[in-house]
């Protein structure tokens, strides 16, 4: 099977400008999650999708957000970009979502850069 | 609110040495679950051990084993005989049973010596 893709791999923007990231989950897996990564901050959790519906989210303002379509694919959006946005964005796919019992799939992530 | 803790930024071994990377956790929860994921310099996360909060037995994966000491709320990482493959960011992760919300500690960048 392949691997949870992540496109793109690198992005640079300007601040006050929006960005859209964009995620594949593992073939069958219907459970999308989205983690922020900063060298302060550390891994984040930002929000997980299941069945194109948001079931969890994080501490992150509305500036942030996301949608899952049919088939499973996710987006990710982030609007009126700040300089503190500049992070590795990791998306990770599980079959359920259940991730106490199962195991999560991280993809490579996106390197966003905001000027 | 749950916290994960850990406590070494930075730590080496020699290569075939055994090196144990240090977790502790606060939780007010009985019933919860405790990860160490491995980040290489590909920047993607790999799952490297899990441990049941509910389970006594220290989990083992070939060469990786967890001392979980529920009492101590700690949870630490032995790698075995480590290889230069080994090198990596190790983050120590935990989840309420129930709550799929996932907090990370904020990593053990290991380095492993030839």
């Known amino acids: 099977k392949a691997g949870v893709t992540q496109t793109p791999r690198y992005l640079i923007k300007t601040r006050g400008q929006q960005v859209t990231l964009s995620c594949s989950p593992i073939?069958?897996?219907?459970?999308v999650s989205w983690y922020q990564q900063t060298p302060g901050q550390g891994l984040q959790f930002l929000f997980e999708?299941?069945?194109?519906?948001?079931?969890n989210k994080g501490n992150f303002p509305g500036r942030f957000s996301g949608r899952q379509f049919s088939n499973s694919r996710s987006e990710m959006n982030v609007s009126t970009l700040e300089l503190g946005d500049s992070a590795l964005y990791l998306c990770?796919?599980?079959?359920?979502?259940?991730?106490?019992?199962?195991?999560?799939?991280f993809g490579p992530g996106t390197r966003l850069l905001v000027l | 609110a749950q916290t994960v803790t850990q406590s070494q930024p930075e730590m080496s071994v020699q290569e075939a040495e055994t090196v144990t990377l240090s977790c502790t956790y606060d939780t007010s929860e009985s019933d919860y679950y405790l990860f160490w994921y491995k980040q290489p310099p590909s920047r993607q996360m790999i799952l490297v051990i899990r441990?049941?909060?509910?389970?006594?037995q220290n989990a083992t994966e070939n060469r990786f084993s967890v001392n979980f000491q529920k009492a101590a709320k700690s949870f630490s990482l032995k790698i075995s005989d480590s290889q230069l493959g080994d090198a990596a960011m190790y983050f120590c992760?935990?989840?309420?049973?129930?709550?799929?919300?996932?907090?990370f500690g904020k990593g053990t960048r290991l380095h492993i010596l030839p």
């Open positions: 990770a796919s599980s079959l359920q979502g259940a991730l106490a019992q199962e195991t999560q799939y």
């Open positions: 999708y299941f069945s194109e519906t948001q079931r």
């Open positions: 992760a935990y989840i309420t049973a129930g709550d799929d919300k996932i907090i």
């Open positions: 441990q049941e909060a509910y389970k006594q």
């Open positions: 073939s069958g897996h219907r459970s």
